[in-house]
């Protein structure tokens, strides 16, 4: 991508990636400001995407949570690991994958051969529980067997309507230790992702934006503002969901804008 450079106004900004968990919601709550934002860059016309690194919905059932939410979203305006990890699997020919994903996650992976037998990649997901001892016992084994381990994303934890919850990242930390090999991440913060998303959005547009007219909003430091100030766009930060000061100060990241919550910003946008 492009040379990062300095937005002074938030009007500047061309297209727009939004997060979804902690930005504008909170389990099955909307946060306060999150379908005025959404309404006032459809009715002004911007070219957005819903950004997320969940690994167990897909992109239809987000799509129909948020609706019954009262946020009007298409199938096609959301941007997820999972949906990328496909993406990226299908330009492949002739592969195996073992999936280690959520059932409801399958469907974004229709058309590629499954197979636990000397597979090429495994794919690792959020599966809560089931990520057990056999699982990743199970996993290990086909890395050390040659398949190479795609994670669809490396968070460490993220926030529900029970407080923080330990994310996926963890156990492919523990796997990558394990096996002495790195996982490819293909969620937040990879670069991958923010440039297959923005090339998404100027496929739409027909335009050619710098990466610094594209934005992420997000409330993870690491995931969202780093990965994507790190790929040249510029990032703004909300002080929902996970964000946390400390964890924050950790990174000695500054983003671009910070807001207090979706609505403060819907309401500085003009």
Known sequence: MEEAQKLKTLDEIK???????????IGDVLIPGSAELVQKLRTQRRHFRFVSN????????????????????????????????A??????????????????????FDGIE??????????????????????????????????????????????????LQIDAGAFVAALEYASDKQARI???????FFNLAVHDIRIEAGERWLSAEFAIVGDDIESDIKGAMDAGLTGILVKTGKYNDS????????????FDSIKELANNLH
Not at 20 to 25: C, E, M, Q
């Open 87 to 108: 993406e990226l699997l299908r330009s492949f020919d002739g592969i195996k994958c073992y999936f280690v994903v959520a059932e409801d996650l399958f469907e974004e």
């Open 186 to 192: 293909i969620g937040k913060p990879s670069r991958q």
């Open 54 to 85: 969940t690994t167990v919905n897909s992109r239809r059932q987000i799509a129909e949570k948020m609706c019954r939410l009262g946020i009007n979203v298409r199938t096609n305006e959301i941007f997820t690991a999972s949906s990328a990890a």
């Open 114 to 163: 499954i197979s636990d037998i000397n597979p090429d990649y495994v794919v690792i997901g959020d599966i809560g529980a089931k990520m057990n001892f056999e699982m990743m016992n199970k996993v290990f084994q086909l890395v050390m067997g040659g398949a190479e381990l795609i994670a669809l994303q490396k968070n460490r934890f993220f926030r529900s309507s029970r407080g």
């Open 247 to 258: 964890y924050s100060e950790h990174f000695g990241i500054s983003p671009d804008f910070t």
């Open 15 to 25: 297209g727009w990636l939004i997060d979804i968990d902690g930005t504008l919601s």
